[in-house]
């Protein structure tokens, strides 16, 4: 009734191993959806990146939202939704929230997110993202939200990586490339307790 173009919805994982669903609250984050419905990036902008996951899966999408927006994954190596997904969340008119399981996220040994992901160094996601963003003329509006987005999922990256020389390039790809040009150290009085605390880590050695 709402007539949303995106609806974030709630979600868990599934733990193909044991045979159990575990709660995943990175899927959705009730304590950040605005109390008045439908919302837009104008009403949270220095949260609309937190409100839920960065993948695409967990949310309903209108077919003339995306088809008028002309939105598809990047052809990236690693991180392929992530431009997507940000790039939906700050242009829908209308975001809607159903907190109902609607998504069961899948874990179990061998898949992509275990194996072959965390062999790869690349964050042209980020950059990808932070252009649209700029194009659009959104970026200052929610860089900070943004910015604590792109920590946790450089975060995320370091604690999947496969051996000690990819933490150590993943690392050195951060410090030198990733952090400079999203200007990381000069922001970082305004970004959340829990971002500072993740770029002081990288700056000492992780």
């Not at 967990?58 to 940000?86: G, M, T, W």
């Not at 860089?143 to 370091?158: E, G, P, T, V």
Request: with cysteine; net charge negative.
């Amino acid at each position: 009734s709402r007539r949303a173009d995106i609806c974030v919805c709630g979600g868990d994982e599934y733990w193909d191993l044991h045979k159990i669903y575990k709660q995943a609250d990175w899927i959705l984050n009730l304590q950040k959806i605005p109390e008045n419905q439908p919302f837009n990036v104008m009403d949270v902008p220095r949260t609309i990146f937190q409100i839920c996951g960065e993948a695409p899966w967990a949310k309903i999408y209108r077919r003339n939202f995306l088809f008028n927006h002309d939105f598809s994954f990047d052809d990236l190596p690693v991180f392929e939704d992530f431009p997507f997904a940000c790039k939906c969340i700050v242009s829908a008119y209308k975001i809607s929230c159903d907190s109902s399981v609607l998504y069961h996220h899948r874990k179990y040994p061998g898949n992509s997110s275990s194996t072959l992901w965390n062999f790869r160094v690349n964050f042209d996601a980020l950059m990808i993202t932070k252009d649209f963003l700029i194009r659009q003329e959104l970026y200052e509006i929610v860089k900070h939200s943004y910015l604590d987005k792109c920590l946790y999922a450089i975060q995320w990256r370091l604690l999947q990586a496969a051996n000690p020389e990819i933490l150590d390039k993943t690392l050195n790809e951060v410090k030198n490339k990733v952090f400079p040009e999203l200007n990381i150290e000069k922001e970082l009085e305004n970004l959340s307790p829990q971002s500072q605390i993740i770029v002081n880590s990288i700056l000492a050695d992780y």
